[in-house]
C-alpha cells in the first residue's frame, strides 16, 4: 500500500478549501474500473467507489463501515442519496468487501493529512501504541464516531454529488442538450424545455465511463431531502424476525465447533496439556494448543464445552500471579510521585505560569479520581468461523475492521494477505472490542491444526475475563483560587495517554493550565472503549470543575457557563439542558440535579442527570442530553446513540468494575459484572441543535458525561462526592429504580 | 429420542438429555434467531416459549423439554405478517445492535399474552431479565405500550 503517500493525495489536485475531502473520495485515474469485480453483479454498472446503480434504477450504497447497531450503513446512504438526488424506497446498501481498495480513504485522509482527529482506533494493546503508524493504509475501522463525520462528510456526500454529475453529463450528451438545461429529482434525469425525463438506470453505463469530476457541488442544508429526516433504519426488520445472521450464526459446510480458555493470569502460556478425560468425551474432536490459551474441538458447542472442562492445563508463572488492583493503582500513584520528583513527568498542555500561579493563590483545592478497567461485554459473545484449507483461510465474524482482521490473520498464519478472506457479519455489540482479531486469530489458527472449517465461540466468562479493557485510570488535580474562589490556575498529572489526544484538555477559561502524564504499564491489556479516553477524562474533568464550582459558592451550571463566555457551542447545550431541567427550579427532598458537559468525537453534549437517594438507595430517575452534532443526519438515529451512550456510561458509572486478583481478572459473567438493567434505567430526553458547525460523530459522545453528571447530582442529593468509580464502591444501593419518583 | 414439536414442526432427536435447549435450537435444528448470551440465564437473549411460557433455553435441559411445544422468533409471525410486537419494534425504531432483541421480543409477547394491559411496574419486572447493552430499555418500553394501547395490529 505504498502507492497511498501524502504526495498521492495532493497530486489529485484537490487540496485546499473544499476540494481537499473530495480528492480523497473519487480519486483521479478513476478507480471504479477495479473495484467493479468485487461489487458490481450482472446488470449493474459502479459509478464510482461508493455506489452502484442497476438496470431497474436500484441504487445501491457501498459502505466502507459495519454495522453495528449504529445505524451508519443507513445514515451513510442517505448523505450519499439525498447527494445523488436518488429515490430513497429505491435505496439499499451493502457492506463494502475486505479489500485495500474499500479502505475508509477519508480516516486515511485525515490521518496523513493530519487536518482530521482520528481517535484511537488500532489494536495496540502489546506495546502500548493505539496509532500504528504502519497500519494505517489498512484502516477499515467503524470507530471514533467517524462514520458521518468522515466516511460520509468526506467520502459519500461527494461521492453522490459526484455520480449525479456524471449522469447528468451522460444524459446531456445523449439529448445532445446542454447540462445547465438539466435538472435532477427521485432518480431521474429531466429536461424540462423538451419534456424529456428518464431515469438514472439508463445512463448509468455511460456515466461509468466518466472520469469523476473532482469537484462536484455539493448541497446547501436547506436542499437537502433525505438528510436530516428520520428514515427507518434499513437492518432492522431483519433484527425483528431472527433472520439477520451475525459472526455466531454462520454456518459452514462440514464445519464443528470449538471453544477456548486463554491463560488465566495475562502474559502465561501453556505449560502442560492433559486431555486424557476429555478425550473419552462424546463429540471430541481434538484438544488444540494455542501457547496462550488451550481451545477444544467437537461436534457441538456443548460438547466442546464439557470437554474443556475436563481437560487438565498447567500454565507458566509470570511474576503477576499475586497482583491485585490495589497494586495497580499504587503503581499508578508511586509512578506520579516519582515523575514529579525527577521532572519526568511528560507535557500534554502548558498555558501561562502554573507555579506562580500556585505560589500567589488564596487557597488551594486539591482532589485526586480514579477508574477501574472496564469490560466491554458485547451482548454476542466474541466468536469467528474459520475455513483454512487448500493454502487459503476465509473467515466469516463481526468485525469493526476487515481490512485490519485480513492483515492480522494472514500474519498470524504466516499466509499471503491475497489468501486471506474476511466476510463481514452483523455485529452483536461492538463497542471498540470488534477492533482486535484475537478470536479470528484463534478460529483460523483452530482449523488449520485440525484440517476442518471451525467455528469458535467464546463463553461469557472467557468474553469477560480476556476482554482488551478500557484502562484504569488515576488523575490527580490541584487548583489555585484567587481571593473570590475563582480559579486561575488548574493542573492535572494522571497516567497512560492514549486517544484521543484531547480527552484531557479543559475548554474552560483558566489562565494557567499544566496538564501532564506518566506512562505506568500494566499486564492487562487494553483497547478502545466506547468513547475511549473520554470515558475516564471526562468522569475527572467534569467532576473537579463541579467540585470547584461549589469551592466559589457558585451554581455548577453558572460557574462552567462563566467559564465557557467565549465557547457558543458549549454555552448553548448547557442553557438548553438547564432550561429543559428547569435547572433553576427547586427539585425536591432526597433529590439532586447533575450536570456534565463533553466535548467529544466532533460533537458537544451536555447532560443533567436527576436522581434520587433514599436511605442510601438511589435511583436514577431521569437523563436529559442536549447534543450539538454539527448536523443531525439522521435525527431519530442520533437520539437512539444517545440513549444508547447514556446507558452505557450510567452501567459503567453504577456498577462497572473490573477488578484484577491474583493477577488475573475476578469477574466473569452478567451475575458479578451487572449490567442496567430495565428496571434501573431512567427516562432519557434528548434535545439536538444544529450549529451548523463541522458535523460530529454520533455513536460516542453520549457516553463521558454521564458518569459525572450522574455523581454530581448524587453530590447535590446527599453531599457525598464519589471521586472513584464505580458508585457501588460506596456506601449506596445502586440496584434499582424507584418506580413513580419523577 | 427427544421429541420436540418446534414452531409447529416435530423433530426427532439423538442428542445428550443434558445439551441445553439452546444449543439444541441453533445447532441441530439451525434456528440461529435464538442467541447465546451469558449460559448461566442471567441475560435473556436465549428466550424461547416452552408450551407457551418463556425460558432461557441455554439452562433448559433438552430433556426436559421431552414432548414439548417450543415457540422460537422464528415462529411468531403469521406467514408473512409480522407478531404485533415484531411490528411494534420497527414502529419505535427498537433495534440497535439487535443482538439481545429476539429474547426482548419472546419475553414481551409472553407479558403481552398474560397482561395485554401491562403497568410499568409489569413491564419493568417481566424485562428484568432481558439485558440490551445498547441500552434501547426506553424503546422497548415504547414498543410494549404501542401493542398494549392497540396501535399496532397484526402486519
Same mark, same amino acid.
Given at each position: 500500500?505504498g502507492?497511498w503517500t501524502r504526495?498521492g #493525495?495532493?497530486?489529485a +489536485?484537490?487540496i485546499?478549501g ?8 473519487i480519486?483521479p485515474?478513476?478507480?471504479?474500473p477495479?473495484l467493479a ?5 450482472p ?7 461508493w455506489v452502484?446503480?442497476?438496470?431497474n ?7 466502507p463501515?459495519?454495522e453495528?447497531?449504529?445505524?451508519a450503513?443507513?445514515?451513510?446512504a442517505q448523505m ?5 438526488d436518488?429515490?430513497?424506497e429505491d435505496v ?9 481498495e474499500?479502505a ?7 490521518f *496523513?493529512?493530519?487536518d482530521?482527529? *482520528?481517535p484511537a ?11 500504528q503508524?504502519t497500519?494505517?493504509?489498512h484502516?477499515?475501522?467503524?470507530g471514533?464516531?467517524?462514520?458521518i463525520?468522515?466516511t ?9 454529488? /459526484?455520480a ?10 445523449s439529448?445532445?442538450v446542454?447540462v445547465?438545461?438539466l435538472k435532477t429529482?427521485?432518480g ?5 424545455a ?10 448509468a453505463?455511460?456515466?461509468g465511463?466518466l472520469?469523476?469530476p473532482?469537484?462536484?457541488r455539493l448541497?446547501?442544508p436547506d436542499q #437537502?431531502t433525505?438528510?436530516g429526516r428520520?428514515?427507518?433504519?434499513l437492518d432492522?426488520?431483519?433484527k425483528?424476525d431472527g433472520s439477520?445472521?451475525?459472526g455466531?450464526?454462520v454456518v ?9 480458555n486463554a491463560a488465566?493470569v495475562?502474559?502465561?502460556?501453556v505449560a502442560?496439556i492433559?486431555?486424557?478425560?476429555a478425550?473419552k468425551?462424546a ?10 490459551a488451550v481451545a477444544?474441538?467437537?461436534? +457441538?458447542?456443548?460438547?466442546?464445552k464439557q470437554?474443556?472442562a475436563?481437560?487438565?492445563?498447567s500454565w507458566t508463572?509470570?511474576g503477576?500471579?499475586?497482583?491485585t488492583?490495589?497494586d495497580l ?7 506520579m510521585?516519582r515523575?514529579n520528583?525527577?521532572?519526568d513527568?511528560? $507535557?500534554d498542555?502548558e ?7 500556585f505560589?500567589? /493563590?488564596t ?15 458485547c ?8 475455513r483454512v ?5 476465509d473467515?466469516w465474524?463481526g468485525t ?7 492483515y492480522?490473520v ?6 499471503e ?5 474476511i466476510?463481514?457479519?452483523f455485529?452483536g455489540?461492538g463497542?471498540?472490542?470488534?477492533s482486535?482479531?484475537d478470536a479470528?486469530?484463534?478460529a483460523?489458527?483452530i482449523? $488449520?491444526?485440525?484440517g476442518?472449517?471451525v467455528k469458535?465461540?467464546w ?10 479493557y478500557?484502562p484504569?485510570v488515576?488523575?490527580?488535580f ?7 474562589g475563582?480559579?486561575?490556575?488548574w493542573?492535572?498529572?494522571?497516567v497512560?495517554?492514549h ?10 477559561? *483558566?489562565a494557567n493550565?499544566?496538564i501532564?502524564?506518566?506512562?505506568s504499564?500494566t499486564?492487562?491489556?487494553f483497547g478502545?472503549?466506547r468513547?475511549v479516553?473520554h470515558?475516564?477524562h471526562?468522569?475527572?474533568v467534569?467532576? #473537579? ?6 469551592e466559589?459558592?457558585m451554581?455548577?451550571?453558572k ?6 463566555k467565549h ?7 448547557l442553557?438548553?439542558?438547564?432550561e429543559k431541567?428547569?435547572w433553576n427550579s427547586?427539585i ?5 440535579r ?6 467529544s468525537f466532533?460533537?458537544?453534549?451536555a447532560?443533567v442527570?436527576e436522581v434520587t ?5 438511589v435511583?436514577v ?13 439522521s435525527?431519530d438515529?442520533?437520539k437512539?446513540?444517545?440513549?444508547s451512550g447514556?446507558i ?8 462497572g468494575?473490573v477488578s484484577i486478583?491474583n493477577g488475573r481478572?475476578s469477574?466473569?459473567?452478567f451475575d458479578?459484572y451487572p ?5 434501573a434505567?431512567?427516562e432519557i430526553?434528548t434535545y ?7 458535523? +460530529?460523530g454520533?455513536?460516542?459522545?453520549g ?12 453530590f ?5 462526592r464519589?471521586?472513584?468509580?464505580p458508585?457501588s464502591?460506596?456506601?449506596?444501593d445502586v440496584?434499582?429504580?424507584?418506580e413513580?419518583?419523577v | 429420542m427427544i421429541?420436540l414439536?418446534?414452531?409447529? $414442526? ?5 442428542v445428550?438429555?443434558?445439551?441445553p ?7 441441530n ?5 435464538t442467541k447465546?448470551g451469558?449460559?448461566i440465564s442471567q441475560c435473556g ?5 416452552l ?5 432461557r433455553?441455554?439452562i433448559?435441559p433438552?430433556?426436559?423439554?421431552d414432548?414439548?411445544?417450543i415457540?422460537?422468533i422464528?415462529g411468531i409471525?403469521r +406467514?408473512?405478517e409480522?407478531?404485533?410486537v415484531q411490528q411494534a419494534?420497527?414502529d ?13 421480543i419472546?419475553s ?8 395485554p394491559?401491562?403497568?410499568?411496574e409489569?413491564i419493568d419486572?417481566a424485562m ?5 447493552r445498547?441500552?434501547?430499555?426506553s424503546?422497548i418500553?415504547?414498543g410494549?405500550q404501542?401493542?398494549?394501547?392497540g396501535e399496532?395490529?397484526?402486519?
Amino acid at each position: 500500500m505504498g502507492k497511498w503517500t501524502r504526495r498521492g #493525495f495532493i497530486t489529485a +489536485g484537490v487540496i485546499g478549501g473544499s476540494a481537499l475531502v473530495i480528492g480523497v473520495a473519487i480519486r483521479p485515474g478513476h478507480r471504479a474500473p477495479g473495484l467493479a469485480k468485487f461489487v458490481a453483479g450482472p446488470e449493474e454498472t459502479l459509478i464510482n467507489a461508493w455506489v452502484k446503480i442497476d438496470a431497474n434504477n436500484q441504487v445501491t450504497v457501498i459502505a466502507p463501515h459495519s454495522e453495528m447497531g449504529q445505524g451508519a450503513q443507513t445514515a451513510l446512504a442517505q448523505m450519499l442519496a439525498d447527494e445523488l438526488d436518488a429515490k430513497w424506497e429505491d435505496v439499499s446498501f451493502m457492506e463494502a468487501p475486505a479489500e485495500d481498495e474499500f479502505a475508509n480513504y477519508a480516516l486515511g485522509k485525515g490521518f *496523513i493529512l493530519g487536518d482530521a482527529k *482520528i481517535p484511537a482506533l488500532l489494536v495496540g494493546s502489546v506495546d502500548g501504541v493505539f496509532m500504528q503508524v504502519t497500519r494505517a493504509m489498512h484502516l477499515q475501522i467503524t470507530g471514533g464516531s467517524t462514520s458521518i463525520r468522515a466516511t460520509g462528510v468526506y467520502g459519500m456526500r461527494v461521492a453522490g454529488a /459526484a455520480a449525479r454529475e456524471m449522469l447528468m453529463a451522460s444524459a446531456a450528451q445523449s439529448w445532445g442538450v446542454d447540462v445547465s438545461e438539466l435538472k435532477t429529482s427521485e432518480g431521474m434525469v429531466i429536461h424540462e424545455a423538451s419534456g424529456k425525463q428518464e431515469p438514472y438506470s439508463r445512463f448509468a453505463a455511460m456515466a461509468g465511463k466518466l472520469k469523476p469530476p473532482s469537484v462536484p457541488r455539493l448541497k446547501t442544508p436547506d436542499q #437537502f431531502t433525505i438528510m436530516g429526516r428520520n428514515k427507518p433504519r434499513l437492518d432492522i426488520p431483519s433484527k425483528v424476525d431472527g433472520s439477520a445472521q451475525f459472526g455466531i450464526d454462520v454456518v459452514v459446510e462440514g464445519m464443528k465447533y470449538a471453544t477456548v480458555n486463554a491463560a488465566p493470569v495475562f502474559g502465561s502460556k501453556v505449560a502442560n496439556i492433559d486431555s486424557s478425560a476429555a478425550s473419552k468425551m462424546a463429540g471430541f474432536i481434538e484438544v488444540v494448543n494455542l501457547d496462550d490459551a488451550v481451545a477444544v474441538v467437537a461436534d +457441538g458447542y456443548w460438547q466442546a464445552k464439557q470437554a474443556l472442562a475436563a481437560v487438565k492445563i498447567s500454565w507458566t508463572e509470570t511474576g503477576n500471579e499475586s497482583l491485585t488492583s490495589e497494586d495497580l493503582f499504587d503503581q499508578f500513584q508511586a509512578d506520579m510521585k516519582r515523575a514529579n520528583e525527577s521532572g519526568d513527568s511528560r $507535557k500534554d498542555v502548558e498555558i501561562g505560569n502554573t507555579s506562580q500561579a500556585f505560589a500567589e /493563590a488564596t487557597r488551594i483545592v486539591e482532589r485526586n479520581y480514579k477508574v477501574p478497567y472496564l469490560a466491554h461485554a458485547c451482548m454476542e459473545p466474541m466468536n469467528a468461523v474459520a475455513r483454512v484449507e487448500d493454502g487459503k483461510c476465509d473467515i466469516w465474524t463481526g468485525t469493526q475492521n476487515p481490512l485490519g482482521f485480513k492483515y492480522d490473520v494472514a500474519a498470524a498464519l504466516e499466509m499471503e494477505v491475497s489468501d486471506v478472506s474476511i466476510t463481514n457479519q452483523f455485529l452483536g455489540g461492538g463497542f471498540g472490542r470488534r477492533s482486535s482479531a484475537d478470536a479470528a486469530i484463534q478460529a483460523a489458527r483452530i482449523s $488449520k491444526q485440525v484440517g476442518l472449517p471451525v467455528k469458535l465461540i467464546w463463553s461469557r466468562e472467557e468474553d469477560v475475563q480476556h476482554d482488551h479493557y478500557r484502562p484504569a485510570v488515576a488523575s490527580n488535580f490541584r487548583a489555585a483560587l484567587d481571593e473570590k474562589g475563582m480559579p486561575v490556575a488548574w493542573e492535572n498529572q494522571y497516567v497512560d495517554k492514549h486517544e484521543p489526544v484531547e480527552a484531557p484538555h479543559i475548554s474552560y477559561a *483558566i489562565a494557567n493550565q499544566r496538564i501532564h502524564y506518566v506512562d505506568s504499564p500494566t499486564h492487562v491489556p487494553f483497547g478502545p472503549w466506547r468513547s475511549v479516553d473520554h470515558s475516564q477524562h471526562g468522569f475527572f474533568v467534569e467532576s #473537579f470543575i463541579d467540585e470547584l464550582a461549589y469551592e466559589a459558592g457558585m451554581d455548577p451550571y453558572k460557574f462552567r457557563r462563566k467559564l465557557l463566555k467565549h465557547h457558543t457551542r458549549q454555552v448553548a447545550v448547557l442553557d438548553l439542558v438547564a432550561e429543559k431541567a428547569n435547572w433553576n427550579s427547586p427539585i425536591g427532598e432526597n433529590r439532586g440535579r447533575g450536570i456534565a458537559l463533553q466535548e467529544s468525537f466532533g460533537s458537544i453534549v451536555a447532560e443533567v442527570v436527576e436522581v434520587t437517594v433514599r436511605e442510601g438507595k438511589v435511583s436514577v430517575d431521569r437523563v436529559l442530553v442536549a447534543v450539538d452534532p454539527g448536523f443531525a443526519v439522521s435525527p431519530d438515529g442520533l437520539k437512539a446513540q444517545m440513549e444508547s451512550g447514556v446507558i452505557y456510561g450510567l452501567t459503567a458509572a453504577l456498577y462497572g468494575e473490573v477488578s484484577i486478583q491474583n493477577g488475573r481478572v475476578s469477574q466473569s459473567n452478567f451475575d458479578n459484572y451487572p449490567m442496567v438493567r430495565m428496571d434501573a434505567a431512567p427516562e432519557i430526553e434528548t434535545y439536538i441543535i444544529n450549529s451548523h458547525a463541522t458535523w +460530529g460523530g454520533a455513536g460516542e459522545p453520549g457516553t463521558p458525561g454521564t458518569a459525572p453528571a450522574l455523581t454530581n447530582a448524587i453530590f447535590a442529593a446527599t453531599g457525598t462526592r464519589v471521586r472513584e468509580l464505580p458508585v457501588s464502591k460506596y456506601e449506596f444501593d445502586v440496584s434499582f429504580r424507584e418506580e413513580n419518583e419523577v | 429420542m427427544i421429541k420436540l414439536n418446534v414452531n409447529g $414442526k416435530d423433530h426427532d432427536l439423538d442428542v445428550a438429555p443434558d445439551t441445553p435447549l439452546l444449543w439444541v435450537i441453533r445447532e441441530n435444528l439451525g434456528l440461529t434467531g435464538t442467541k447465546f448470551g451469558c449460559g448461566i440465564s442471567q441475560c435473556g437473549a436465549c428466550t424461547v416459549h416452552l408450551n407457551g411460557k418463556p425460558v432461557r433455553s441455554c439452562i433448559t435441559p433438552v430433556a426436559s423439554a421431552d414432548g414439548a411445544m417450543i415457540t422460537t422468533i422464528e415462529g411468531i409471525a403469521r +406467514g408473512d405478517e409480522l407478531h404485533p410486537v415484531q411490528q411494534a419494534w420497527i414502529d419505535e425504531q427498537v433495534p440497535q445492535c439487535g443482538y439481545c432483541q429476539s429474547g426482548q421480543i419472546m419475553s414481551a409477547v409472553a407479558l403481552l399474552r398474560d397482561n395485554p394491559r401491562p403497568s410499568d411496574e409489569d413491564i419493568d419486572s417481566a424485562m428484568a431479565g432481558n439485558i440490551c447493552r445498547c441500552g434501547m430499555y426506553s424503546r422497548i418500553k415504547k414498543g410494549i405500550q404501542r401493542v398494549a394501547s392497540g396501535e399496532v395490529q397484526h402486519g
